[in-house]
């Protein structure tokens, strides 16, 4: 995984999971890459998983079972589709807005683009 600067690399690892998780790649309550293989397939220190894991876990996402590792939560999937849709509307849209109106896009040519891909 190529991380970027512009975000800390352990919410970058979050972003990954929500990514295995929207795709099927993770599927519920099957168990999930443990920190050590997660940290160990990323070269990441351990403590920044731990980091990613902890908010996942606080999050009802993955949950432990004891002696068998982490399992994925079975309403995982909605529940980060809410968490991403909530981040999209509060982040990426107000920040789209900004940038079309710098620019002099309307949704009209917005529309117009996505109808002519």
Known sequence: MDFNNNKPIYQQIIDLCFT???SGAW???RRVPS???L???LTVNNHTVLKA???LQSEGIIYPRRGLGLFLAPNAKQHVIQV???KFFQHTLP???RTMQLLNISIDE???HLHSI
């Open 27 to 29: 599927g519920p309550d």
């Open 84 to 86: 991403q849709r909530e």
């Open 95 to 97: 920040e789209l807005f």
């Open 20 to 22: 295995k998780i929207l």
């Open 35 to 37: 920190l050590r293989e």
């Open 39 to 41: 940290a160990a397939e």
């Open 110 to 112: 917005i529309e117009a």
């Open 53 to 55: 894991f902890n908010y």
